[in-house]
């Protein structure tokens, strides 16, 4: 495990919270996406049948996140550390408060995920009917997934996963990835020299029509820049090129 | 449904095409996500058992989307047509390709996504063993799932939804939620003679003591400015000041 990885686990207090879920795979399948993500600790409000063979099944790799997870009697007592209370929904819900797109959050909200000083308690409903009102009204901040109006949804599983993954990307800054090549990449002139030589084939070739040959070299030059060949990548298409000529010159 | 979500059915042709799943509940669930986010093609290269019960019940609301997939003899076959090619994964491959993390996906990548004459696949590998390299090398590019080290293996459908949802967001711009209340906020002002009547009431109770007046004052001013109370809640506010000021003038 990276050093960074711990960042999540160790440097952060968050603490997913399920309320009264009906299903056991699915409690099974949030373990997953939390682990997945990094984060470790799971919270089961009231939960319907826990624990349970189909909940490890779902869980397939995460089976210590529900070995270690808190299991609550009320909503209070899981909250009763909290000091950022989250709560989360799909469906724009009727009552009034300060909400946020989970993919939208602002500097003051993200500052606050951030404060390590914080207890932070994320909060997921009923798989029929969400959160109650009155739950709502427990939280600092509603968190709303952005989804489509015609069919909004989502498994609870899968809205954890939004969750911890957005949770994920505000918390750790991700280098990254490079365009991997085995071999270096050619340089500007490993490009200038190779279209040199192409336009030559070109013209010996008599591929050129007077109308068009600057645009068609404008494309290749274009295409050749699109592509970033690599060294061993320009030197094939050079060595195609010279064969090329040798043929013309025979 | 409202207008702008038409926008990714109908301007955008994106399929997320997934290559021999094994699993049918897992087929239900992809189709689920897809529809949540709005997308509705789903492409199946050789499922080992679909169509199927389970794959439906998993569905809920997105038989559909079921119903309407199209099912593949070969992966040839699903990309015949298509313009822009992704594949996904959560690990990191040895292959060496272009390459992007799920968030981080840059402004070129961007616009190749939102020109809609694309027609684009995502590919998602077997539950057990991903995309092989053959697989791997048909794509454009990979999109990688940013993942804990310790816990790489996401759930497909999870996977489908992370991937939909960055795409949602990507092709859609859905307007911040702004602070909703039923009254109209207060004005500066209002603030203004709440925090001059409590300072009132504070004085004539004698609150404050010689040396810390001013800290107070200002820690008050500023749990108003962060509250950002509304009309109703100031009226509410100063009534209960008016009642403290009653008493101590009987």
Same mark, same amino acid.
């Given at each position: 495990?990276?050093? +960074? ?5 160790? $440097?952060?207090?968050?603490? &997913? ?8 795979? /699915? *409690? ?21 049948? &826990?624990?349970?063979?189909?909940? %490890? ?7 210590? *996140?529900? $070995?270690?997870?808190?299991? %609550? ?37 993200? /500052? $606050? ?10 909060? &997921? ?25 015609? %069919? ?23 280098? +990254? ?30 591929? %050129?029509?007077?109308? +068009? ?16 060949? $690599? ?12 064969? *090329? ?6």
């Amino acid at each position: 495990m990276a050093h +960074s990885e711990l960042i999540l686990k160790e $440097d952060y207090d968050i603490e &997913f919270i399920l309320i009264e879920t009906s299903h056991p795979g /699915n *409690i099974g399948a949030c373990a997953r996406a939390i682990k997945n993500m990094g984060f470790a600790k799971l919270g089961l409000v009231n939960p319907k049948n &826990f624990p349970c063979d189909e909940a %490890y099944h779902r869980s397939k790799g995460a089976k210590d *996140i529900l $070995d270690d997870a808190n299991i %609550y009697k009320s909503l209070d007592e899981a909250l009763s550390e909290a000091t950022l209370v989250l709560g989360t929904s799909a469906r724009e819900r009727s009552i009034p408060w300060p909400s946020s797109y989970t993919h939208l959050i602002d500097e003051d909200m993200s /500052n $606050d995920i951030k404060d390590k000083n914080n207890k932070i308690c994320i909060l &997921f409903g009923r798989e029929d009917s969400g959160l109650s009102n009155d739950e709502l009204q427990k939280c600092h901040m509603h968190l709303r997934i952005p989804c489509s109006d015609e %069919y909004s949804s989502l498994n609870i599983s899968h809205a954890v996963q939004i969750i911890s993954y957005e949770f994920r990307n505000l918390l750790m800054r991700e280098e +990254s990835i490079e365009v991997k090549s085995d071999v270096p990449l050619s340089t500007d002139a490993d490009n200038e020299f190779l279209l040199e030589h192409l336009d030559k084939v070109l013209l010996d070739l008599n591929f %050129y029509d007077q109308n +068009s040959s600057r645009q068609v070299q404008a494309r290749l030059k274009r295409l050749i820049k699109k592509a970033r060949p $690599d060294k061993l990548e320009v030197g094939i298409l050079r060595g195609f090129l010279t064969k *090329i000529q040798e043929i013309l010159n025979k």
